[in-house]
């Protein structure tokens, strides 16, 4: 059974600072991996897809795999109130993701 | 906007009683999802579909069956509601620039509660 964990938070971090989300992975042979954010209330919607060791940048998001220790992070630079919200980390299972529980980040100015 | 249509959005309804959730999209995707988010448990996944008439278990499945007779409509039921099935449900479609990527767009949620 794949699983997925993050640690549900909330992540406080200042207007302007790097929030540093992480989530670890169960299994050894999963390839890709998503970033959804969810602000309350609201339905899931995707940020990041990252399948290959390293980094992924996309403006202020980067995210990293690092396959070796099983893990993935989602770094969002300069920080805004509005990233305030529950971002999702799923592992892609053939046909299926499965979702961790989902970090909350507030972002206070 | 993925074209992804839930109804209702917001149901009550009383234990023992019959549900059934629509998902309506437009854009002729084949694969078709069905969760349910709950505090502490993230989103898990109940059924989903592979095409017409073709479906298949997700994780907490029990409780839950589904049918797509058509590519556009995929239907949840829930036979005899359970105060356990209060939840949230999402719909989605596998969709994406790539089609090996695999990310998934979610409908608005249908909101459930069972008294």
């Known amino acids: 059974q794949k699983e997925v964990e993050q640690n549900s938070g909330p992540l406080s971090v200042p207007e302007g600072a790097i929030a540093s989300l992480n989530c670890t992975y169960s299994?050894?042979?999963?390839?890709?991996f998503f970033w959804y954010r969810q602000y309350s209330g609201k339905s899931p919607e995707l940020i990041m897809f990252i399948y290959s060791n390293g980094d992924k940048e996309d403006g202020r998001f980067t995210a990293q795999l690092n396959k070796a220790s099983q893990y993935v992070s989602l770094l969002i630079r300069d920080s805004q109130p509005s990233d305030s919200a529950t971002y999702l980390c799923a592992d892609q299972f053939t046909d299926k993701l499965i979702f961790g529980t989902g970090t909350r980040l507030q972002v206070f100015p | 906007d993925a074209g992804i249509t839930q109804s209702p959005r917001h149901k009550v309804t009383e234990t023992g009683t019959p549900v059934t959730l629509r998902c309506h999209q437009t854009e002729n995707h084949r694969y078709m999802y069905w969760y349910r988010q709950d505090p502490g448990h993230g989103l898990r996944l109940i059924h989903y579909s592979y095409g017409v008439k073709d479906t298949d278990k997700g994780e907490v499945s029990d409780g839950y069956s589904v049918s797509r007779s058509k590519t556009e409509d995929f239907l949840l039921t829930l036979e005899s509601a359970t105060s356990s099935q209060t939840s949230v449900y999402f719909c989605a479609i596998k969709g994406g620039t790539h089609a090996n990527t695999g990310e998934l767009f979610f409908g608005e949620g249908s909101r459930l509660t069972v008294l």
């Open positions: 299994d050894r042979g999963s390839q890709s």
